[in-house]
């Protein structure tokens, strides 16, 4: 089964980012920066296919919260229908679908075609699949 998951791909690891007069972030603006920092392995704030790719199970092992190898519902933070597509049938999200996934693939989040992933790409993909 390989779906959805790499809106998944989602949320892990640490920044804090804290700059006067900012907005304040939500939990989940904070794990998504967090998440893009730790991919974004060169800091040049835009995320390569390679980065991307190697990151995944990064990803994938941080979201495991209860380490039994598979992602539920509440480790995800996806909408149930999101996490349905992912999921499949089974209800939860291995790690070969995680890295497999068409939904979250390099391509699906590039949304300019420029073959880099910046922060507002991977934020606006995300949101359409987050409950």
């Given at each position: 089964?390989?779906?959805?998951?790499?809106?998944?791909?989602?949320?892990s690891?640490?920044?804090?980012?804290?700059?006067?007069?900012?907005?304040?972030?939500?939990?989940?603006d904070?794990?998504?920066?967090?998440?893009?920092?730790?991919?974004?392995?060169?800091?040049?704030?835009?995320?390569?296919?390679?980065?991307?790719?190697?990151?995944?199970?990064?990803?994938?092992?941080?979201?495991d919260?209860?380490?039994n190898?598979?992602?539920e519902?509440?480790?995800?933070?996806?909408?149930?229908?999101?996490?349905?597509?992912?999921?499949?049938?089974?209800?939860v999200?291995?790690?070969?679908?995680?890295?497999?996934?068409?939904?979250?693939?390099?391509?699906?989040?590039?949304?300019?075609?420029?073959?880099?992933?910046?922060?507002?790409?991977?934020?606006?993909?995300?949101?359409k699949?987050?409950?």
């Open positions: 089964m390989t779906c959805a998951r790499k809106a998944a791909l989602l949320l690891v640490g920044i804090g980012l804290a700059a006067a007069g900012a907005p304040a972030l939500t939990n989940d904070v794990r998504l920066r967090r998440f893009f920092s730790v991919i974004d392995l060169d800091g040049s704030q835009e995320i390569s296919r390679s980065e991307f790719r190697s990151g995944k199970s990064v990803v994938f092992l941080n979201l919260l209860n380490g190898m598979t992602l519902p509440d480790e995800m933070r996806m909408s149930p229908d999101g996490f349905k597509l992912l999921a499949g049938e089974d209800g999200v291995d790690g070969e679908e995680f890295i497999g996934s068409e939904i979250g693939s390099f391509d699906a989040v590039d949304r300019n075609k420029d073959d880099q992933i910046d922060y507002s790409e991977l934020s606006e993909y995300i949101a699949y987050s409950g």
